[in-house]
């Protein structure tokens, strides 16, 4: 069965501004600034952001911390008629735990040439031999989502060239 978007294009571009949102939150911790929320009829659910470097776990992904916040707040590991909107493109892990949870519609910003698996190097969440399939949609305020990246690159990039002028 093919699977249809449930929201409208107001609604996409107001949730990707909550997931850009989060990316801030991790911007502001000097973390790689991506975010994620998951919507239940209408409402925000579940939101996180990445810290990687904080809790140097390679699974802090914004969208792990998403799910389980959604999972709590309904007390059910099925995120069945939920939106998961992140600001990159999710990778093999995060595709993963949206399939587990059955999350019924992925929206993402930028795409991630380097990691993406939700239609980049492969589409793990409309691959039919998994048992269950999301929507997925990219590109939603694509270039907001993946200027937050480069800039945030580019100042690391900026400040290394620096430090190292002056050693
Ligand atoms: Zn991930």
Redesign the pocket.
């Given at each position: 069965m093919e699977r249809e978007s449930q929201l409208t294009e107001e609604e996409k571009l107001f949730f990707m501004q909550a997931a850009i949102a989060e990316a801030k939150k991790a911007e502001a911790l000097a973390e790689v600034p991506?975010g994620a929320v998951i919507v239940y009829h209408g409402e925000i659910i579940g939101r996180g952001h990445n810290l990687r470097e904080h809790s140097q776990d390679a699974?802090s992904?914004?969208?792990?911390f998403a799910i389980r916040e959604a999972c709590q707040h309904l007390d059910s590991w099925r995120l069945e008629e939920c939106q998961l909107f992140v600001t990159l493109e999710?990778?093999?892990?995060?595709?993963g735990?949206m399939i587990l949870s059955r999350v019924e519609e992925v929206y993402f910003g930028a795409y991630d040439p380097k990691?993406g698996t939700a239609g980049t190097l492969m589409n793990l969440l409309t691959d039919e031999r998994f048992n269950h399939r999301a929507y997925v949609e990219g590109g939603i305020l694509e270039e907001e989502c993946g200027m937050l990246l480069t800039n945030f690159f580019r100042a690391i990039r900026a400040r290394k060239k620096k430090t190292s002028q002056n050693e």
């Open positions: 991506i699974t992904h914004a969208e792990m999710p990778c093999p892990m995060c595709s735990g990691g």
